[in-house]
């Protein structure tokens, strides 16, 4: 048990629209990565944040953008959805920032699908 | 640009030691690697870390040659519950990329 949120666990949008998604957790860890898996493939690093700015960013355009509030929770939001967008989102926390080095705790992930 | 590979899938029994080999080319002085295990409708689970060597701890052992061009995860003796899909992650150092392999289909037969 991570003890990491996510809302909501499953979410449909049409082409264009706007997400927003949520992560949260009880256990104070200060850092939260942002992570998209598509079917049968690996989670591609998306962003971090790091005392609510952005510390680290993936091959993702700007239209993915997120916050971190000052109680560690975080949204994920992309705006202008496109059908290549549907995929599992999954937040994941730690308690450090170094490089990798330390041990993220996983949500169980928000499932998209953009029609 | 840094890239990782793991076989697609692999099979095993119950009770036997299982290798999974993560080929990383481009890896620099400074940057780790991690083992995660991802069931079904969840999250990846963290398994192992290194930089180097050996590291054993209560579920697996990771093993990096001088090199650092590849990595083995070593499961012993697994069980049915180790079915799951296994990720090779390598952390650049330089720009905070985290590099994430396709995963490995571990299979496990009675």
């Given at each position: ?115 | ?68 061009k590849s990595s083995t995860l ?37």
């Amino acid at each position: 048990e991570t003890g990491v949120t996510q809302s909501p666990t499953h979410l449909i949008k049409t082409r264009g629209q706007q997400v927003t998604l949520r992560c949260s957790s009880q256990s104070g860890h200060n850092t939260v990565s942002w992570y998209q898996q598509a079917l049968g493939q690996g989670p591609q690093f998306i962003f971090q944040y790091y005392r609510e700015e952005e510390n680290g960013r993936g091959n993702f355009p700007p239209r993915f953008s997120g916050l971190q509030f000052p109680n560690y929770s975080s949204e994920l939001n992309v705006n202008a959805l496109e059908l290549d967008d549907s995929a599992l989102y999954l937040c994941a926390l730690s308690s450090q920032i170094n490089r990798g080095r330390e041990t993220q705790y996983f949500g169980p992930g928000t499932r998209l699908l953009v029609l | 640009l840094a890239k990782t590979t793991q076989p697609i899938s692999m099979d095993s029994y119950e009770g036997q030691e299982v290798n999974i080999t993560c080929s990383h080319n481009n890896i620099a002085t400074n940057d780790y690697i991690t083992w995660y295990q991802q069931f079904p409708s969840q999250g990846p689970r963290f398994i192992i870390q290194g930089y180097k060597t050996k590291v054993t701890n209560e579920v697996a052992s990771l093993f990096i040659p001088a090199d650092r061009k590849s990595s083995t995860l070593s499961l012993p003796r697994v069980s049915l519950s180790d079915t799951a899909v296994y990720y090779c992650l390598v952390a650049l150092d330089s720009n905070y990329q985290l590099i994430w392999g396709a995963g490995t289909k571990l299979i496990i037969k009675p």
